[in-house]
């Protein structure tokens, strides 16, 4: 194995996140360091491919400190990645209730404590999904600046995984109240679990970015000194 698969195969390893755009990272960096070796034996032709291979691994620095910043480019995708599909189902989510509950409605009006807890919810979703679209011009604005961008990756975890547990307890709450014939906190569990799969996908966006921000060893969570790529859809 050369110096510089060896290199890469290590940095592979200690990377985790958007598979996608950590492909195309590893690729960037292999053929980063092979055009490095390729200048070094055109300055010095008398040095082995083997050598040259080496200066271009050392000169690109120890996995151990170049890791951290490539993972924070990762987190900034992450990160990017969840606000988006918040920010999109998070106004479905109260379009569609809205209307199933449109449709179910037998003309009972709910009590003043179903009103003000459905009255809350949908202020709670429109707020969540607002802040979801600003995060989403911040990342921006934190991947052109090079900003440290673990701060803002956290905030995004967290709002999502609160947003999630925020959805689910009021559902529960609404549908063990509802004016058209209460159920118990069993039915409302039973009843639920159709919902389960987009909860849990929503859930597992929260907390995938909260992991990719842990401190993984030497250099972790240091400023990345390189702008990171603009995150797209």
């Known amino acids: 194995m050369t110096a510089i698969d060896s290199y890469v195969r290590e940095l592979d390893r200690r990377l985790h996140g958007p598979r996608r755009r950590k492909a195309d990272m590893i690729v960037?960096?292999?053929?980063?360091?092979?055009?490095?070796?390729?200048?070094?034996?055109a300055e010095s032709p008398d040095v082995s491919a083997a050598e040259a291979e080496r200066q271009?691994?050392?000169?690109?620095?120890?996995?151990?400190?170049?890791?951290?910043?490539?993972q924070s480019e990762l987190a900034v995708a992450?990160?990017?990645?969840?606000?988006?599909?918040?920010?999109?189902a998070l106004p479905l989510v109260m379009t569609v209730t809205t209307l199933m509950w449109r449709a179910g409605s037998t003309g009972v009006s709910p009590s003043p404590a179903y009103h003000d807890l459905a009255h809350a919810t949908d202020v709670f979703l429109i707020a969540a999904s607002v802040g979801f679209a600003v995060a989403l011009l911040l990342l921006h604005v934190v991947a052109r600046r090079?900003?440290?961008?673990?701060?803002?990756?956290?905030?995004v975890g967290v709002a999502a995984v609160t947003t999630v547990l925020g959805m689910m307890g009021s559902g529960l709450f609404l549908t063990m109240g509802a004016p058209t014939g209460g159920t118990s906190l069993w039915g409302a569990l039973v009843g639920g679990l159709p919902t389960l799969p987009g909860y849990a996908l929503l859930l597992y966006l929260g907390v995938r970015c909260l992991r990719l921000t842990r401190t993984r060893g030497p250099g972790a969570g240091r400023p990345s000194r390189r702008p990171a790529p603009v995150p797209s859809a």
Do not use: K, N
């Not at 960037?28 to 070094?40: Q, W």
């Not at 090079?146 to 905030?155: E, N, T, Y």
């Open 56 to 70: 271009a691994v050392e000169e690109f620095g120890p996995v151990p400190a170049v890791a951290p910043e490539f």
């Open 28 to 41: 960037e960096v292999r053929d980063g360091l092979r055009d490095a070796a390729d200048a070094v034996r």
């Open 78 to 88: 992450q990160a990017w990645r969840t606000a988006w599909v918040f920010a999109i």
């Open 146 to 155: 090079a900003a440290s961008p673990v701060l803002l990756v956290r905030i």
